[in-house]
């Protein structure tokens, strides 16, 4: 217990600059909607027929731009990397940090085990990822409500943030797994989130050109695809997978961190 | 000089490193291009029974989007977000670092100035960056010259790559801004990372919707490659703009840092 709060409180200011910047991100990109609604539906419809890829390049994917739904699904991909982000950067932060900043020796000459001490930092990090769930949520159903003028979104909002809270299970676990495997904890939350970049990179490849499809359970941004997810709800398939990777990632942080030495 | 070289030496596995990255990258999205062509075939002759005057309004110029400039246009997006990344890092962890690694009081006890410390560490981060982006540009000509089915103009391909160079200036620079201004930064990449990103995010939501305002707030879309296609030349006041906001940051820097309370280790 001590170990939790002891961590919600180191990470409380950066909770709070994420938070805001979630608002903002979500604020801003709506506020773009209401600008985009004006230019009329025509242009839309012509988009819509475009090749795939030339759709992808132009930077419209699908979405009926004219409705605040299809534009929060356009701005979706934008707040899973954020999301991605910030789950990669705690779950390093909350393994590497003890060995970054020296103070490894100093907590585990306290009577905790490897185990439960990490356990305590990602349950932590748990809590954090919530928060940080309900106020893109909260933020996501207030702003696209407020320029919404047809049909309410909400079904559609919480669908997607549901499908974002698998991806940010997924991507914590990549940083604390990372930071548990690896031995030289400065670069940590590099190697973290390179992977990360790598994946969300691949996402784009892969919608470039569809014989790359097989690629695409490399990448968990293709799980979770704000067009599929409209149409289809969330894909069971890839739900379970998420959890398979996720408990995976988290068992091996325990097996590794718990043996190897640290480095003092 | 011993400073720059030292800086040099450290951060030469990690250059490395980025330069097969930011090369990766391009490859990949290259070796896509003959598969794309097909599709622009069929944009082409649908887009040829529309009106040009609607054409225009949409921004889509025939000649110069479905070439693989425009292709190298569309992956440079990804390029210049890595590049950012690696270039925002260098700038902030290079000052950093010191502090973070406790070694400020070491290095500040040795018989050089503080400006001398600065300019050292900057400059070695700007040599690697333009090393960087040097043997990037060679590789991807290279790889450019392979799959491009048609004669390309190597001036409009180097003028293409060396906008990740001046992207990376204006994050260099900030990123030394940043080392400065946060007191205790104890992971560059949780500072830095967000940071890119979110001019990434700015940059692309103002593509997609054609809003020309957001053009002036974020180093992505400073170089419009279009621009750059039919002129073979750069907009000189978006150059101008990146040299202000540069000039500013490292100015800045240098009068922070030669004043802050350098926190000692203890």
Redesign the interface.
Known sequence: MNVILRELKAHWKGILFWSLGMIALIGSGMAKYDAYQSTGQSINQLMAQFPKSVQIILGISGFDLTTAAGFYGLLFIYIAIMAAIHATLIGSDMIAKEERDKTSEFLFSKPISRAKAITGKLLAGFVILVIFNLVTTLSSIYMVQYFNKGASANHDILLLMAGLAFLQLIFFSVGAAVAGINKHQKSSASIATSVLLLTFILYFVINLNDKLDFLKYLSPFKYFEAHAIITNGLDPFYMVLSLIITVVLIASTYFTYSRRDLSV | MNIFWREIKAYRKSTIIWVL?LSA?TI??LL?YP??TK??E??RK?LSG?PAAYRNA?GLSLDNFFTIF??LG?LFT?VL??GA?QAM?LGTGIISKEDSGKTSDFLLSKPVTRTKVLTSKLSAALVLLAATNIFFSLASYGVARVVSTANFSAKTFFLISATLFLVQLFFWALGALFAVIIPKI??V??VT??TV??FF??S??????G?DNVRLVTPFKFYDYQYIIAHNTYEWKYVIIEAVCIAVAIVASFIIYLKKDVRAAS
Do not use: R
């Open positions: 990255v990258i990949v999205f896509l598969g794309f599709d622009v069929a944009t649908m529309i949409l425009g292709f569309y990804f977000l890595a990344a890092s104890k992971s990449i949780s990372l967000p990103f979110a995010i700015v692309t939501i103002g593509a997609f919707i809003n």
